[in-house]
């Protein structure tokens, strides 16, 4: 029973602390940009924005016009040298503005 209890509570901690809700706005804005990225970009990409990754260079401090265009039209924007050539081999992502913008939070 005592077993039970702990499992129980532990549980609980566990999931408090996954909770977003005690995350300023801000932060809940970071949160989901971190998601989408962990959902969709380290497959290629680096976890840690600071490094490369297996395929893709590092992000941090992307723009959100860079990540705007590379994402939506698989292209960099006007004068912007990207970091590798365009290979072709990043797929194009059908986000929203909304949605790129958090990626750009998280990457800040
Ligand atoms: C299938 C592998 C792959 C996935 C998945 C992928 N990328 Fe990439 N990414 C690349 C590669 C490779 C490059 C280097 C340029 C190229 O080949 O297009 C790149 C380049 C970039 C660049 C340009 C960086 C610079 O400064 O030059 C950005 C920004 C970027 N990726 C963002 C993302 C984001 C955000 C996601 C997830 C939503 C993502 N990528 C998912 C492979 C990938």
């Known amino acids: 029973?005592?077993?039970?209890?702990f499992i129980a509570v532990?549980?609980?901690?566990?999931h408090c602390k996954q909770s977003t809700?005690?995350?300023?706005?801000e932060e809940k804005f970071?949160?989901?940009?971190?998601?989408?990225?962990?959902a969709n970009c380290i497959a290629c990409h680096s976890a840690?924005?600071?490094?490369?990754?297996?395929?893709?260079?590092?992000?941090?401090?992307?723009s959100f016009d860079l990540l705007k265009e590379k994402l939506i039209n698989g292209k960099y924007p006007d004068g912007y040298k990207g970091k590798r050539?365009?290979?072709?081999?990043?797929?194009?992502?059908?986000f929203?503005?909304?949605q790129?913008?958090?990626i750009e939070a998280f990457l800040k």
């Open 30 to 38: 970071k949160a989901e940009g971190r998601s989408l990225f962990v």
């Open 96 to 98: 929203t503005d909304e």
């Open 100 to 102: 790129i913008r958090s």
């Open 21 to 25: 809700e005690n995350l300023t706005p």
């Open 48 to 62: 840690n924005p600071d490094q490369d990754g297996s395929v893709g260079p590092s992000l941090r401090a992307s």
């Open 85 to 94: 050539p365009i290979s072709g081999s990043m797929p194009k992502f059908a």
């Open 1 to 5: 029973m005592k077993n039970v209890l």
């Open 10 to 14: 532990m549980a609980l901690l566990f």
